[in-house]
């Protein structure tokens, strides 16, 4: 494992098209965490999985947005009918059991920008 | 609600001039304080992880320390190639996984 892979690494799409991004953790990770970072902000938390259980949603994650992790590994998230203040850079993030205690390895994000 | 604030927001230093960066945080109980760095272009790389007031953790040029309501990266001696984005981030009690971010301080540091 050369750690968390995100693809794509840029995305453009224009305002109400459908866009998913895919992660692929740290195999033996079974966290694994959605954010999204804006230009001078800190990464925001969406929604955390363990497994393929999404136990944690954010109040950011509209309807418009939907994750999934089938059987646990990769995971992907949707964001339909994309906006313009959805434009950001979307970082996955995978960790052992015990979460944020032995840090989070981020992988290097998908930007989106919306046009 | 979490809140972490860092301060500076910007930081310049000349190669070998030491200096801290400071995080202030709120939380209703604090499971971890934790610091990254982050380069331009790319996710946060892990640095540390402190659990209680009084701890401390070092790893090369840089000292992190804990009290009950901030944190300091201690840079000494710093060299350019640690010129980065260095974000706090809090974790709450209560079985949550959700980990708050500040806004980051972004240091410089000249040759």
């Known amino acids: 494992d050369t750690g968390v892979s995100q693809n794509p690494r840029h995305k453009i799409t224009k305002r109400g098209q459908n866009v998913t991004f895919r992660c692929d953790p740290i195999?033996?990770?079974?966290?694994l965490y959605w954010y999204r970072q804006t230009l001078g902000q800190g990464p925001e938390f969406l929604t955390y999985?363990?497994?393929?259980?999404?136990?944690?949603k954010s109040r950011l994650l509209s309807d418009r947005f939907s994750a999934e992790r089938p059987k646990g590994s990769f995971s992907t998230l949707e964001i339909q009918r994309t906006e313009q203040g959805d434009s950001a850079m979307y970082l996955c993030?995978?960790?052992?059991?015990?979460?944020?205690?032995?840090?989070?390895?981020f992988g290097s994000g998908t930007r989106l920008t919306v046009v | 609600e979490d809140q972490v604030t860092q301060s500076p927001e910007a930081l310049r230093l000349q190669e070998g001039e030491s200096s801290s960066l400071n995080c202030s945080y709120t939380?209703?109980?604090?499971?971890?304080l934790f610091w990254y760095r982050q380069d331009p272009g790319k996710g946060p790389e892990f640095l540390f992880t402190?659990?209680?007031a009084g701890e401390e953790k070092e790893k090369e040029r840089l000292k992190a320390t804990l009290t009950k309501k901030e944190s300091f990266l201690h840079i000494t001696a710093p060299k350019p190639e640690d010129s980065a984005t260095y974000l706090c981030?809090?974790?709450?009690?209560?079985?949550?996984?959700?980990?708050?971010f500040g806004t980051g301080t972004k240091l410089q540091v000249i040759p």
């Open positions: 402190l659990y209680s």
């Open positions: 993030a995978s960790s052992l059991a015990a979460g944020g205690f032995y840090g989070y390895t």
């Open positions: 999985f363990q497994n393929e259980a999404q136990l944690e």
């Open positions: 939380v209703s109980g604090l499971r971890g």
């Open positions: 981030a809090v974790q709450e009690t209560g079985g949550y996984q959700k980990v708050t």
């Open positions: 195999s033996e990770h079974n966290r």
